[in-house]
């Protein structure tokens, strides 16, 4: 595997794992830097995932929440991407290892996620998907559209029922946001779609395992979000476990006892663990892992005895001041991005770097059409002030001006027709599919 | 299988089959008519498959050419729709078979359409990804960017012009405006995008079995469009056909003798037959199908002895008033869908309808950026100003104004940057299929 090689004297290399938040704006953060930066990612491009949630819904293309690395990074004359798998780390070595061969580094960054985790059931995961790919997005849209479909195709009242209610597993930010969207579609956009059934008669259950849906945030928005749900239509179940997800049920336990949910669509959003580079890399320096599998780092977000590696994101566990652990958000991604590349350019200075500190100003979340929580500091709102801040904050984070531009466009036309016209079911055999959903009991 | 009942009296029923240019402009100029409508497709949406280049080129998303059928009638009380595959149509009991059932109709009206021939090579279909479906479109898009990415990686100079070799099969209008996108994304979209490639080195090969391109327009403007293509980095092969197709190469046949190209990227504009309804069709009425499998329809677009059965757009074999058949173009399949309305409301109020006549107003086609031919009657011109009438024709006739504008922002856009920015590479194991394409010797 060719590092990037030219007549002049060795640069510093710096090899990157992951074009998410945090490593993509490292690897632009590094821009002008007298280092070599080789950014390695398994897709060709950065993806805004707060908004996958509409693209799973139709609001959005794909396209319009993602870039392509090569397009934001190919000026950068000091980088080159790589659209490879890392295998492997050597830290003794200080290399890394992809399909390909190996690539050096004098320091490397690691930034390579999380993915949804099923806690000890990986097979719910053709049965209820998470959403953390644009794949996962569309095979969402998909099995959502297809249930509509199908119901409207059936010929049995219970079966019926059974295609229009809709479980979604986990009631933090992505959960209450695709509740919430499910929620739209089914009162809104499909009104006029159907002749044999009334969307509206879709049943959204959205399950929580904890007291409260969005634990992250402090209980009055948790109240307030909850019932700003209950208007939109949702059912929200809280204090009640998943046991057993089937193709054509959920079984809960609750406070009540046990509950059967007769269903064809389960979505989950109840939680992630990082990827399996972590686990590699904790096996390979001695360090730690918790719970969810994030590995320990020190406060300049380097691994204790390993100065020359960084962790970020998702897949970092940093504590804040108070020593608790910081949030596997957008805002804390971009933060630790930026400070791995200062702290790059400050040791290459021989300068030192003050220790990594995350200035949290706050969490917004969405819950359908012209309504959101949003926790500023010392001010807690929602309705709509805090849905126009969730709109504008997200805009202007998107990463290129074009998809901003798009996504306006979109956001604008489906709040004044309630439309949302990427609601496109692809995939091949999507009749045979919706045929056998109709009629389970025939071949 | 439900047809729309109430507690009227039973109205006339109407079955239609296929949703794209010819069925769904019939569905909706039956608005308002005393008839039940069902309108049958396998996929949820419209497609504007005259676009659908721009999609595997990374230009637009699929949402973008695409609207969901049931946003599109959902407002129109006499038509439902249903989304199924059509499986058989019994004639003598004047039914439509789907998976769910059977469908009653009075008058039916077929425009399933049609799908790449492959001239007796069923093989080739995996090999050289053909262009009628969004699915084909993304897949034709995975491909391309695909291979940029693994002769970037590729360490083998022969094995990297085999992954810069593009081999378009077919200069009809598909073809040639595939060849010209792919030409602009090698030479302006992925400019910067390579450190060991240089993407203007791919090569570019449009292979034609007929003495040229474009065969359907007048000489000239195969000659200019020809000429064009040149300009733009396209080497086009006429008198060329292929004889084998690999996972590594294309054999043709030329005046001068066999050929080899090596190429991992062969696409598919040759030729099109048509949807296998057409054959269950001819056995059951006796009718004949011509060589590319369309069905013969009299002048009044109605099957000879089957005066309720009409056979719409790419299914049909119509004659022209010089007894030439008319070609299967978005624009005849759009007048055939006007026309079967008309003929269906005349009937039911028992006055005569004058025998179908296709009003030929042009053709177009576009070559890259800025450049296109067309021929409007007497009057044969090519580059700029055609270029801006194939924008404007294409622009207006896309079926809803949101996408209208979404294409419009994003033709803008890319006009003044050259960006294709929706060149995604989705699908799941992308990076190891890429590692493969790059090192096809090591495991």
Redesign the interface.
Known sequence: ??N?TDNTIRRHQVVIIGGGFAGFTAASRLRGAPVDVTLID????HLFQPLLYQVATGGL????I???L??LL??QANC??????VTDIDVQNRSVC???GELKYDTLVVAAGSRHSYFGHPEWETLAPGLKT??DA?EIRRRV?SAF?AA??S?DASERRRLLNFVIVGAGPTGVELAGALAEIARHS???????IDPSDARILLIEAGDRVLSSYPADLSEKGQRALEKLGVTVRTNASVEEITDAMVRLRTEAGKETIPTKTVLWAAGVETSPLAKKLAVATGLELDRAGKIAVDPDLCLAGYPEILVLGDMANCLDKEGKPLPGVAPVAISQGKYAAKLINNRLRNRPTPHFHFNHRGSLATIGKSSAVAELGRFHFSGLFAWLLWLLIHLMNIV?F??R??VL??WG?SYF?H?R????????K???E??EL??PNTP
């Open positions: 595997m060719a990037k398994r897709r060709n491009f293309s794909p396209a319009n993602a870039a392509p090569r397009g190919g000026k080159q991407v790589l659209m490879e798998e992809v399909f390909g644009i794949e569309t559209l479909e409207e195709l010929q499909l009104k006029e779609d159907f002749r044999h290129t074009r998809n531009l798009l466009l979109q036309w027709t439309d016209s990427a609601r496109l079911i692809t995939g091949e999507s009749t045979s919706i045929a109709a009629s």
